[in-house]
Nanobody, 122 residues
Framework: QLQLMDSGGGSVQAGGSLRLSCAFS????????LAWFRQVPGEERERVAV???????SYADSVKGRFNISKDNAKNTLYLQMNSLKPEDTAMYYC????????????????WGRGTLVTVSS
């Protein structure tokens, strides 16, 4: 059974940077999609970025040019480098995985980390 453990959140001032990590253990398939989502209390969980097994990436318009998703297959770790952070980036961030091609649909992902909190102050 695959497990995800996300970490790296914290409090930063606007304009600062953080790097989130998501360690995954176990194996399900060579064809998969990894993603970062975020959620603010009272709002729906939204996609931030996705990366396919072959390295293809996609980003939400709100983070394009500021965030970078990557993975280290040797370390079984997914990353989200977040630069030029804004107060509106404040949220709980979750890593997630699904088998097959990448999707932007939250419910398509069936394995989730517990979340790591990012707080950006102005």
């Amino acid at each position: 059974q695959l497990q995800l453990m996300d970490s790296g959140g914290g409090s930063v001032q606007a304009g600062g940077s953080l790097r989130l990590s998501c360690a995954f253990s176990g194996y399900r398939s060579s064809r998969y999609c990894l993603a970062w989502f975020r959620q603010v209390p009272g709002e729906e969980r939204e996609r931030v970025a996705v990366i396919s097994g072959d390295g293809g990436t996609s980003y939400a318009d709100s983070v394009k040019g500021r965030f970078n998703i990557s993975k280290d297959n040797a370390k079984n770790t997914l990353y989200l480098q977040m630069n030029s952070l804004k107060p509106e980036d404040t949220a709980m961030y979750y890593c997630a995985q699904k088998i097959g091609s990448c999707s932007y649909v939250v419910t398509a992902f069936d394995i989730w980390g517990r979340g790591t909190l990012v707080t950006v102050s102005s």
